[in-house]
């Protein structure tokens, strides 16, 4: 099993910058491509950016394209959301996913395991 704990979350101004941080435990040697996805209230969890085991590969959605980047540390099993000039509509609940393949992935479904979330909200 893997667990997944994201961290990092909070309340910031419109224009400021958070980093999410998602540490791996357990049979981690399992798992490859590691994603992030969020949650608005009232709204369906959408894809924001995904990585693969090496880093060489990712993916953003374009709501955050140059603004938000996704990295990732093995030595430390800890993925991280680097999310700049913030927007009121970027608050939700951010959730850290991982999966057994190594494919870059948009989809929810394709991803084997998930973290609590964190939440961020932006105030304008």
């Known amino acids: 099993q893997v667990t997944l704990v994201e961290s990092g979350g909070g309340l910031v101004q419109a224009g400021g910058s958070l980093r999410l941080s998602c540490a791996a435990s357990?049979?981690?040697?399992?798992?490859?491509?590691k994603g992030w996805f969020r949650q608005a209230p009232g709204k369906e969890r959408e894809f924001v950016a995904a990585?693969?085991?090496?880093?060489?590969?990712?993916y953003s959605a374009d709501s955050v394209k140059g603004r938000f980047t996704i990295s990732r540390d093995n030595a430390k099993n800890t993925v991280y959301l680097q999310m700049n000039t913030l927007k009121p509509e970027d608050t939700a609940v951010y959730y850290c996913?991982?999966?057994?393949?190594?494919?870059?992935?948009?989809?929810?479904?394709?991803?084997?395991?998930w973290g609590q979330g964190t939440q961020v909200t932006v105030s304008s």
């Open positions: 996913a991982a999966s057994r393949k190594n494919v870059v992935d948009i989809k929810a479904d394709e991803y084997d395991y």
């Open positions: 357990g049979r981690t040697f399992s798992i490859y491509a």
């Open positions: 990585i693969s085991w090496s880093g060489r590969t990712t």
